[in-house]
């Protein structure tokens, strides 16, 4: 049987939440208080012959444009009203006394077949009337132990003969009329009392349950598979993001290395220029320096009277002044630099190349491939073992997306490698099994297996043909049955008639 994914039945109005009062069923099987469906087309227009689901807001075409003619729901309008009943038995307020003229008199019981709340007095007559003697009472005094009633059913009434009930059948409209009805609108149609169509009608509607038992058990996995898909896409997305994030930070870390080598290189520049500056700077001051200090040497001694003092120094003064002359002469006192320092920053062709970098695309798994080609699959203990991978053409780093597992069938986990060779269209995936025993390797992009993973592999034991005890010479000829090449180059030969498999190493 189907799940029962309906929510549960409630009988309050989603429009008003109140009881139904007249409920009326739109084709969406939602319905809705007579009034408020009536409100809800004013709001509309009444030039629109259509009213849309206050629910689902699927739109609805109205028999004849109008609300009357859409369908009454009897179910609901009993339900409603068995709700309204019990809870108003469950209150602890007074109830007026629907027998009464004047109802100032609070009810004392309630007629399950009458269905009124009745008063102490009209309570009496009810039991005086011979009729209604017999008529089911529930005392409304200890309402915390009281038994809920099975209201009784009545009859609909027709919208147009509002005193007639619902009593028949139209088979042609598909619709209960009043007895008025029938020689007016369903005159010569197929008509029968609505009891003997009930059952039927019941019937017809558990046909209709057990068609549909096998429609939600599908659409709840398709559900259940897309909400799967939801979360893979979001973890996906994720995994895209984190790995632009990455990617734009290590370039932002090469511009920031980038930015500091042209900046020490700039300096180191300046520091070159700077230290010639300041050495010619140096010598200029150094010249100011001796010939200030000797022309006030010079000037003093040469004010002295006596001649011996003038005679002792004038040796020095005169030749270190001449000195400084001549340095002077040879003294450019133009500080040159003849380059520029300029810094080459095309911003413009980086950027535009910045532009074209990176791309989202969505690569369909199924166009990498294991090509395991006629390979046997096998594999030996301890020794690699190779498969190739088709990579789809114009995928830049195709390889680089792809995640391999070599997995145990008790659960140990061994990795694969992924390599990448010379042809651009082909990788390598390598894996070398510890034990003997079945494994299976995968190989997956994004979590989704490419075609062909994952692959099935049973490992065999490392063994020396060359120390058989059992040795016997084998012709490798006509009388071979079959020969296979293994794609670690061992080649399996078996005999003709006695079933013996022989391997010949690929040299």
Not at 243 to 249: G, Q, R
Not at 299 to 322: A, C
Request: include cysteine.
């Amino acid at each position: 049987m189907a799940e029962n994914t309906s929510p549960a039945i409630t009988m309050t109005c989603e429009v008003c939440s109140e009881y139904y009062t007249d409920p009326l069923m739109l084709p969406c099987l939602h319905s809705f208080c007579k009034k408020c469906l009536i409100k809800a087309k004013e709001k509309q227009g009444s030039a629109d012959t259509s009213l849309k689901c206050p629910t689902c807001d699927t739109s609805v075409n109205l028999p004849d444009g109008k609300i009357k003619g859409l369908t009454q729901n009897l179910w609901f309008a009993h339900k409603s009203k068995e709700a309204s009943i019990k809870k108003k038995i469950l209150s602890k307020e007074a109830i007026s006394c629907d027998e009464c003229d004047d109802s100032s008199d609070a009810a004392v019981v309630y007629c399950c077949d009458c269905g009124q709340f009745l008063c102490d007095l009209c309570k009496k007559v009810h039991k005086r009337n011979k009729k209604k003697a017999n008529h089911k009472l529930i005392g409304l005094e200890t309402k915390e132990s009281v038994k809920l009633p099975t209201i009784k059913h009545e009859e609909g009434y027709c919208d147009r003969h509002t005193d007639q009930k619902l009593i028949y059948y139209c088979h042609d409209c598909e619709k209960l009329v009043c007895p008025n009805c029938l020689p007016i609108k369903h005159k010569d149609h197929n008509i029968e009392d609505y009891i003997d169509v009930g059952e039927t009608a019941r019937k017809a509607l558990k046909e209709s349950v057990a068609s549909c038992d096998g429609v939600i058990p599908p659409v709840t996995e398709a559900i259940a598979n897309g909400e799967k898909m939801l979360e893979q896409i979001a973890t996906r997305k994720e995994e895209v993001r984190q790995e632009i994030k990455e990617t734009f930070e290590k370039l932002k870390a090469a511009l920031d290395k980038r930015c500091n080598d042209l900046l020490m290189e700039t300096e180191e520049i300046a520091r070159a220029k700077r230290n010639s500056v300041e050495k010619q700077l140096d010598g200029f001051c150094k010249l100011v320096k001796q010939v200030s200090h000797g022309r006030y040497l010079a000037s003093s001694v040469s004010e002295r009277t006596d001649p011996g003092e003038v005679l002792s120094v004038k040796k020095l003064i005169t030749n270190q002044l001449e000195e400084c002359i001549e340095e002077y002469k040879k003294l450019p006192l133009e500080i040159e630099d003849k380059k520029v320092v300029l810094a080459c920053l095309n911003t413009a062709a980086i950027s535009d190349e910045i532009r074209k970098f990176g791309s989202i695309f969505e690569a369909d798994p199924a166009s990498y491939s294991i090509d395991s080609g006629l390979a046997i699959p096998l594999a030996t203990v301890k020794k690699e073992r190779k498969f190739k991978v088709s990579l789809p053409a114009g995928i830049d780093k195709a390889a680089s997306y792809l995640k391999g597992s070599f997995i145990k069938s008790d659960g140990s986990k061994e990795e694969g490698r992924v390599v990448i060779v010379n042809d651009k269209n082909t990788a390598i995936v390598s894996c070398t099994p510890q034990s003997i025993g079945g494994y299976e390797l995968s190989v997956t992009i994004r979590g989704h297996h490419i075609k062909g993973s994952p692959y099935q592999l049973s490992v065999k034991a490392s063994r020396d043909y060359t120390t058989l005890t059992n040795q016997r010479s084998f012709y490798v000829g006509s009388g071979t049955a079959c020969v296979a090449v293994h794609t670690n180059g061992e080649v399996y030969a078996s005999s003709y008639d006695d079933g013996f498999v022989q391997v010949f190493s690929e040299d």
